[in-house]
């Protein structure tokens, strides 16, 4: 039980200080083989803090993963639970990337034979945002916004749109103000 008074701390409560080249030493190793049901690390701000709960960064070409998670067996739980509520002043996540090379930010390879959608959004607020927003800057971009290969899926459509009630606005809008720069150029 480590216990700090209420002071400004300029060094760290537990330090670590390692220079090891380690090939299958665990700095921090926990095996548990008892039907756990407490939180294993438990982290509780009761005041504003700004720093960060966790901070990763390295000045080396680390090729290891941040985060592994293994759920084949654990198949009732859950790797991630977020709950957002109030007026946000930040987003929930941000991922910023100014890299190069042929890689994906997500990638998903899927060969589950589930009956459940890949992503799934329901919304039943007022919502006045877009759920989906693509925006392209000024610089010139060659990508497709959205690409959809069907490959052996012949059963199933890019596209399916359910609609109903009385709508008042078109399901599909397209607002062009571009100009047809050749012949395969058009808008559909």
């Known amino acids: 039980v480590i216990a700090s008074g209420a002071m400004a701390r300029t060094t760290p409560l537990i330090f670590i200080d390692d ?4 090939s299958g030493g665990i700095m921090f190793d926990l095996d548990s083989t008892g039907v756990r ?9 009761t005041a504003a803090c700004t720093g960060n709960i966790f ?6 070409a680390s090729t290891g993963t941040i985060f592994e998670i293994n759920l084949t067996n654990a198949v009732a739980a859950k790797w991630e639970n977020i709950t957002l509520a109030g007026t946000r002043t930040a987003n929930a996540s941000t991922v910023a990337g100014s890299f190069a090379g042929a ?5 998903i390879d899927d060969t589950s034979t589930r009956s ?3 992503f799934d959004i329901n919304i039943s607020e007022n919502s006045t945002a877009a759920c989906l927003d693509i925006v392209y800057s000024s610089n ?5 916004a959205i690409h959809i290969d ?11 749109i359910d609609a109903a009630g009385v709508r008042t606005a078109p399901i599909i809008n397209i607002v062009n103000t571009a100009t047809d720069g050749g012949t395969d150029d058009h808008v559909i």
């Open 55 to 60: 901070d990763y960064a390295t000045s080396a």
């Open 19 to 22: 220079a090891g080249t380690h």
């Open 37 to 45: 049901a407490a939180v294993v690390f438990d982290l509780d701000d």
């Open 140 to 144: 010139a971009v060659t990508g497709d």
């Open 103 to 107: 890689v994906d930010f997500w990638q």
């Open 150 to 160: 069907m490959g052996t899926n012949l059963a199933g459509n890019a596209i399916q």
């Open 116 to 118: 459940g959608n890949v």
